[in-house]
C-alpha cells in the first residue's frame, strides 16, 4: 500500500471516531417524568399484575396449549396429504403398467377417452359461458358484443 493512500484511510478511520467536542455540546437530559411516561408507566404495572392473575395464567397456558396442538396437527396433516399423494402416484403408475400387461392396447384407449372427455367439457364450458343470464341481457343493447362473442 502506498503512503498516501494507507494516510488517507487512518485520516477516515480517525473521522469516524467520537471526538471530546462532541460530547460537550449534548446537554442531559431532565430528569423529570412527563405525564406519558406515567400513564405508561402505569399501564405496565397493571398489565404485570393482570397477567399474574391465575384466570389469566390459565387461559395463557391454554392458549399456549392449543397453539402448540395446531401446529401439531397442521405438520401431521401435510405428511399425511404427502404420503397419500405419493400413494396416488404409485397406485397410477401400478394401473398403467397392469392395464399394459393385460392388454398392449389398452394404454391408447385410455388416453383416446381421456381426449374426448376433455372435449365434451370444453364444450360444456364453452356453452356455459354462451349462456346470458336474463338480467344481462336486459341490460345489454342487441348490437353489442362481447370479446368472447367477437373472437369467435
Known amino acids: 500500500m502506498k503512503p498516501t493512500s494507507s494516510l488517507l484511510a487512518l485520516a477516515f478511520l480517525a473521522s469516524l471516531l467520537p471526538s471530546p467536542a462532541h460530547g460537550a455540546e449534548k446537554s442531559p437530559e431532565p430528569a423529570t417524568a412527563t405525564t ?3 400513564e405508561h408507566a402505569r ?3 397493571a398489565r404485570k399484575q393482570a397477567n399474574e392473575l391465575p ?7 391454554q392458549a399456549k396449549a392449543d397453539r402448540a396442538q395446531a401446529q401439531k396437527a ?3 396433516y401435510q405428511t399425511a396429504n404427502k404420503r397419500a399423494l405419493a400413494s396416488e402416484e404409485a397406485y397410477r403408475k401400478a394401473l398403467e403398467a397392469g392395464l ?3 392388454d398392449p392396447e389398452a394404454p391408447a384407449l385410455l388416453e383416446k377417452e381421456k381426449a374426448a372427455f ?3 367439457m370444453v364444450k360444456a364450458r364453452e ?9 344481462r341481457a336486459a341490460t345489454e343493447e342487441p348490437d353489442e358484443r362481447d370479446d368472447d362473442e367477437a373472437a369467435r
Open 100 to 102: 399394459t400387461k393385460v
Open 118 to 120: 376433455r372435449e365434451r
Open 36 to 38: 406519558e411516561d406515567r
Open 127 to 135: 356453452l356455459r359461458k354462451a349462456q346470458v343470464t336474463p338480467r
Open 43 to 45: 399501564l405496565v404495572s
Open 74 to 76: 397442521q405438520t401431521e
Open 55 to 61: 384466570e389469566v395464567l390459565a387461559a395463557h397456558q
